[in-house]
């Protein structure tokens, strides 16, 4: 049944089941992310899993740190990815070692090394917190300062991440096994030890979506993105750092806007990677052509993943509305039915609206003419 409820938006090509029973709480904010960790890391007493884009030295990876160390002094089982590229330059070759010392296990994903090799443009982009299998945390949040807005980069750094407590846990500590497992990681206890036993009280359901390139030429995550904008009858409002979309997404776009959906795309207003900025700028006169209201967060960085549609269905993950992300990444994130938290995310997007800056066909023809061509070329 939960299926059937589903399908209103999305076939289940993620391969797993919707859950109810299932307490999704959204952070609004990298600190509420980094706050909600501390409180429930310490409370571990079976695993922790950890698999992030970035692990980088500072306040928030050495509080975390240090819980996971007394945790696996404990006896708690504690494992760790982090891609090899995500963390170059700020972790050694040797980092697993150090870590092991303290005994968590902890896993490269792709280690960079010389060569031609086109795999080396897949990475784990994935960001998953598991607790003894009955809590986890997906989103857009790594563990670095700047995602706590503990230090300052691009100015103020929005980004926001869920909360998962009870049988919808599942979808992503079975991601972290079978990612663990493909590295050459041996699990202490079977598969199903590691699922959650207890159900919590909640409205409407949840399903877990994850992509890689082992799909191509599927695009899991492209393709919930492209069903939730089809079916969309109000509202399609979605947050992303990132806009490097092919002609399906780009028609989805303008189809819904044309048709009388409130579109609205809410983007950085200070970027991180200006390149990536003069590409994603390059679509913008075609999408408000065809009435996409486009935003830009005048604070500084947009880093949230995030669709929201009619109030009914949401997604929340690591997934960027590039190429990369649909294509070349391993990614995941929840899809969410009729549950409260899309309220919550609701409230954040409106919040964001308020302190951003619409793009408007005066704003795009001031800029110079140069860095329209240059946003043609990169793109």
Not at 23 to 48: N, S
Not at 306 to 330: C, I, K, P
Request: overall charge negative; proline content about 6%.
């Amino acid at each position: 049944p939960h299926h059937r409820v589903l399908t209103d938006y999305i076939r289940n090509i993620s391969g797993f089941p919707a859950y109810g029973g299932t307490q999704v709480e959204y952070a609004p904010l990298g600190e509420d992310f980094f706050r909600q960790l501390m409180r429930e890391l310490p409370k571990a007493k079976k695993f922790i899993f950890l698999e992030y884009f970035i692990l980088e030295k500072g306040l928030m990876w050495d509080s975390v740190l240090e819980i996971l160390r007394e945790r696996a002094a404990a006896g708690v089982e504690v494992c760790v990815i982090y891609d090899d590229f995500g963390c170059i330059q700020r972790l050694s070759a040797s980092y697993p070692k150090e870590l092991a010392s303290f005994n968590i296990k902890a896993v490269p994903y792709n280690p960079m090394r010389p060569s031609m090799d086109p795999s080396l443009n897949y990475r784990d982009h994935r960001k998953i917190t598991v607790i003894d299998g009955e809590t986890a945390y997906t989103g857009g949040v790594n563990i670095a300062d700047e995602y706590a807005n503990l230090i300052d980069r691009f100015g103020y750094w929005k980004d926001c991440g869920l909360r998962l407590e009870g049988e919808g846990a599942w979808g992503l500590t079975r991601e972290f096994i079978y990612m663990w497992e493909r590295l050459g990681g041996e699990m202490h206890n079977e598969h199903d030890y590691y699922r959650p036993v207890h159900s919590a009280v909640s409205d409407g359901f949840c399903q877990t979506i994850v992509d890689g390139p082992d799909n191509n030429p599927d695009a899991t995550a492209e393709d919930v993105f492209l069903q939730l904008i089809a079916r969309a009858r109000q509202t399609v409002y979605i947050t992303t750092p990132y806009l490097a979309i092919d002609e399906p997404m780009i028609k989805a776009l303008c189809v819904a806007g044309d048709s009388g959906v409130d579109v609205r795309l809410m983007m950085p207003g200070v970027p991180d990677h200006w390149f990536a900025y003069q590409v994603a700028q390059s679509y913008f006169p075609e999408l408000t052509g065809h009435h996409v209201k486009i935003y830009t967060f005048t604070p500084g960085l947009i880093h949230g993943k995030t669709v929201m549609v009619d109030r009914e269905a949401a997604f929340v993950g690591s997934v960027n509305m590039d190429f990369r992300s649909f294509q070349l990444h391993f990614e995941c994130g929840e899809l969410l039915y009729r549950m409260p938290a899309i309220e919550s995310l609701l409230e954040d997007m409106d919040n964001i609206i308020q302190n951003s800056q619409p793009v408007t066909p005066a704003r795009m023809a001031a800029r110079p003419w140069y860095l329209r061509v240059v946003g043609v070329v990169l793109r």
